[in-house]
């Protein structure tokens, strides 16, 4: 038996195997109420069916102001709770365990209200100026997280995923690119990371299961922060509780990525190896052997998957077929595998 579909554990929390649905918008909340919909329910269920180990619910925002979009789903609100409720207890029932992605947009929300963020430095020149968040407002938006790590655990999920990539406000915080503040918020990279240390340290009073932080482990920006920050950052954010570090690369500035199969995989590797801490590997990984490889050389613990579960729901099975592993089908699709 191959690594790709061993089981693994994080803390309590076992998953059927190492494939992992990477977070992705859904801009499926039509009523702008950051409610789960028939969509998100037909969506995710269907990977569920696929036998994905782990389904990362897209970037969820912990306030109204901290979404990318107005159809971004929401868990801000006790209301919203019972719908993510309902579709963990279904995901559950397939044998996925369930994640969510907490996230907060700050300068690239497009919501049409006020944006928020370290200093007030646009996006782009055609994006919005935002608010230069003060030390109120920071302490309200850890808050924030906090509940809404709590609302999830109420729901139900099995792991948290802070977004702290892609330019969003975490990261807007950890990178010198976006953040120019003269505070205990801004400066040296350990100002800079404070307010996603404080975020961890709020959320652990409430969730004991496990955390995961994605990251931009690259900038594309030599004034941005390298490779050496993030094996620090992960160091850091091990301490405080985080369990796993997700990596992914870009999106602080709008400079396109250069993407080529596996190309953010060296950045799980070396801060696997150097933090010492479990990595997720995520971008352009749609083969079976390579997805096999990554976790039989130690350069990852879990795969992130994400437009190819987009293409094929059930990528699993049809790639433990190619393995020749045995893997448990739904039985009203059994006669479509000839295991
Ligand atoms: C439609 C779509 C929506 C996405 N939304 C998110 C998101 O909500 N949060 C996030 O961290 N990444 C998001 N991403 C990035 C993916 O999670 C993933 O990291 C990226 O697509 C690279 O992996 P892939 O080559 O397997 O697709 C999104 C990607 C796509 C294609």
Not at 146 to 166: N, P, S, T, W
Request: hydrophobic letters at 40%; charged letters at 25%.
């Amino acid at each position: 038996m191959g690594e790709l579909f061993s089981e693994y554990q994080i803390r309590d929390v076992t998953f059927k195997n190492r494939i992992v649905m990477s977070p992705m918008c859904m801009y499926s909340c039509f009523n702008q109420d950051g409610k789960v919909t028939d969509w998100h329910r037909l969506h995710y269920s269907s990977r569920a069916v696929g036998q994905v180990g782990l389904i990362i619910l897209e970037s969820t925002a912990v306030s109204p102001s901290g979404r990318i979009s107005l159809e971004d789903l929401g868990i801000w609100d006790n209301s919203q709770i019972e719908g993510l409720k309902n579709l963990v207890g279904t995901l559950h029932s397939h044998g996925s365990k369930v994640g969510i992605q907490l996230s907060h947009a700050g300068r690239k929300s497009r919501t049409g209200s006020s944006i928020f963020a370290p200093a007030s430095i646009p996006f782009t020149d055609e994006r919005p100026v935002p608010i230069e968040l003060d030390i109120s407002k920071i302490k309200e938006i850890i808050n924030d997280f906090k509940l809404a790590a709590k609302r999830a655990d109420e729901a139900g999920f099995d792991v948290i995923e802070l977004h702290g990539a892609h330019g969003y406000l975490i990261h807007q915080f950890i990178s010198p690119i976006s953040n120019k503040r003269t505070d205990q918020y801004g400066g040296n990279l350990d100002n800079r990371l404070r307010f996603l240390k404080e975020i961890i340290s709020a959320i652990r009073e409430v969730w004991l299961k496990p955390l995961f932080v994605r990251v931009s482990a690259n900038e594309y920006d030599p004034e941005g922060n390298d490779i050496e920050d993030y094996i620090y950052i992960a160091k850091e954010v091990k301490k405080c509780g985080v369990d796993l570090i997700d990596c992914s690369s870009g999106g602080v500035n709008p400079k396109k990525v250069k993407s080529y199969p596996g190309y953010q995989i060296q950045y799980a590797e070396k801060i696997k190896f150097e933090a010492n801490i479990r990595t997720g590997a995520v971008g352009l990984i749609s083969n079976a052997m390579d997805a096999e490889l990554i976790l039989q050389n130690e350069v990852a613990d879990l795969i992130f998957i994400g437009r190819e579960l987009l293409r094929q729901p059930n990528w699993p099975i049809i790639v433990a077929k190619e393995l020749r592993e045995e893997l448990s089908v739904p039985k009203q699709y059994k006669r479509a595998w000839n295991f």
